[in-house]
């Protein structure tokens, strides 16, 4: 995936040195942790902990990926133990807990790993899901989360609410559509990728598009038009398609001409639990013979920069961490930042190859003040920059409302294969 991003941006003549700096010191990480992961195979490598005496997780490092089973009831209790299928243990694993968990131990049982967990009180498991290896870790993780407060009651699914959530898996491991809990909404988009047996239950989307500009910022000239007009026509475009579909729950950060400050762009995604967000902008160039789209992801950078934003600033992104204990704030936020880059960057890939059919291609900076918008630590992504205003034959197409619709239909099929990926992982 990754690789394929990286001969993507090759390919289309990718002048923006700062997400190519990026990924390149990605793969400089990626590689090191395979070498230092080559010794002979084993299932299990590691085990972590963090947390609270409220909420505990436990990481499971693995080699391979795997799908697990709850083997004590998913009630209350001060034992959780969990199989993992097809895991080899490399012999005696224990070690002390933390928080919730007095002690762990992985032992080998009929050709899986067993992961037993002793609590220091009745506890319950509130979620469970694999991490597949990305950007420069190479383990898969499997992610135990317990909790002391029972589970919250399965609510009503409300209207456009994203995704099923695992609440606490049952041994039959059912899947639940829930409305996530403040505890719980920044785990959403990881859960989605665990292994369930049981089939997802189907649920909206939620798609946000934003509309670059606007009010007293009109962007880029054109000849004829404004880019803070394009974007508004395009977006209104995409969401008339995206609901047509019946799949998705649209918001726009704006739906008419007016300045919305970029900060609170991020906060209307997260507000709305955005499964995705989708920026869009038109480009502009000095020479008038630049010309075609780009698709921006956040660079490793601008995730330290969230980072910084989530715990030293004023917290304008409003991230609910789930407790005092810094760092188990930290790992949430480092797992969420990859799986979010990660699944950024998918979209893209999509995104690029949906719309090379219906418009030419070329990527260039843009500035850096846009990408504040991509900055919300746990939703997907992307900036698209639809063509270039300076360019007299890209204005035209963007200004042409048939041109455009072809243009934001490419842009929804992209935006299908991405959740229909999204629904292939989860039931793999
Ligand atoms: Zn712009």
């Known amino acids: 995936m990754r690789t394929g991003l990286i001969t993507r941006l090759r390919a289309t003549g990718v002048r923006h040195r700062r997400i190519v700096a990026a990924v390149c010191a990605v793969s400089v990480a990626a590689v090191a942790a395979a070498a230092s992961h080559s010794q002979p195979s084993v299932g299990v490598l590691k085990v972590r902990l963090g947390g609270d005496s409220h909420q505990t997780r436990i990481v499971i490092e693995l080699d391979r990926a795997t799908r697990g089973a709850l083997i004590t009831p998913p009630t209350m209790g001060d034992k959780v133990a969990i199989a993992l299928a097809h895991v080899d243990v490399p012999g005696d694993m224990q070690g002390d807990g933390a928080g919730l968990v007095k002690s762990w131990r992985v032992e080998e049982a009929a050709g899986a790993a067993q992961v037993h967990l002793e609590l220091t009180r009745p506890a319950i498991v509130r979620r469970r899901f694999l991490l597949p290896p990305g950007d420069g870790l190479n383990v898969y993780r499997y992610v135990i989360d317990v909790s002391d407060q029972p589970a919250e009651q399965a609510a009503p699914q409300a209207p456009g609410r994203p995704a099923v959530q695992i609440a606490a898996a049952t041994p039959s491991q059912e899947l639940r559509a829930t409305q996530p809990g403040p505890q719980a909404r920044k785990l959403v988009h990881m859960a989605r990728i665990e292994a369930p047996v049981a089939p997802l239950i189907p649920s909206r989307r939620v798609v946000v598009i934003d509309a670059g500009h606007g009010g007293h910022d009109p962007g880029a000239a054109g000849q004829n038009v404004h880019e803070k007009t394009l974007t508004l026509l395009a977006a209104e475009a995409l969401k008339a398609r995206l609901e047509r579909s019946g799949h998705y729950k649209v918001v726009m950060t704006r739906t008419a001409d007016v300045y919305v400050p970029l900060e609170e762009r991020v906060r209307i995604a997260r507000r709305a639990n955005a499964d995705l967000f989708i920026s869009l902008h038109a480009d502009s160039g000095t020479e008038p013979g630049l010309k075609g789209a780009t698709v921006y992801t956040l660079s490793e950078q601008?995730?330290?920069?969230?980072?910084?934003?989530?715990?030293?600033?004023?917290?304008?992104?409003?991230?609910?961490?789930?407790?005092?204990?810094?760092?188990?704030?930290?790992?949430?936020?480092?797992?969420?930042?990859?799986?979010?880059?990660?699944?950024?960057?998918?979209?893209?890939?999509?995104?690029?190859?949906?719309?090379?059919?219906?418009?030419?291609?070329?990527?260039?900076?843009?500035?850096?003040?846009?990408?504040?918008?991509?900055?919300?630590?746990?939703?997907?992504?992307?900036?698209?920059?639809?063509?270039?205003?300076?360019?007299?034959?890209?204005?035209?197409?963007?200004?042409?409302?048939?041109?455009?619709?072809?243009?934001?239909?490419?842009?929804?099929?992209a935006i299908d294969a991405y959740f229909a990926t999204d629904i292939k992982l989860a039931s793999r």
Do not use: C, Y
């Open 302 to 413: 601008g995730t330290t920069r969230a980072a910084k934003q989530v715990f030293e600033k004023a917290n304008w992104i409003n991230m609910t961490l789930p407790g005092p204990d810094q760092q188990v704030n930290r790992i949430l936020l480092d797992l969420t930042q990859r799986e979010t880059r990660n699944r950024s960057s998918e979209f893209a890939e999509t995104l690029l190859s949906r719309i090379s059919d219906v418009t030419p291609l070329l990527r260039r900076s843009h500035r850096d003040a846009g990408f504040m918008v991509l900055l919300a630590p746990d939703v997907p992504a992307v900036l698209m920059e639809m063509g270039f205003i300076t360019n007299s034959d890209d204005e035209k197409r963007l200004a042409n409302a048939g041109q455009r619709r072809r243009l934001m239909d490419g842009v929804a099929r």
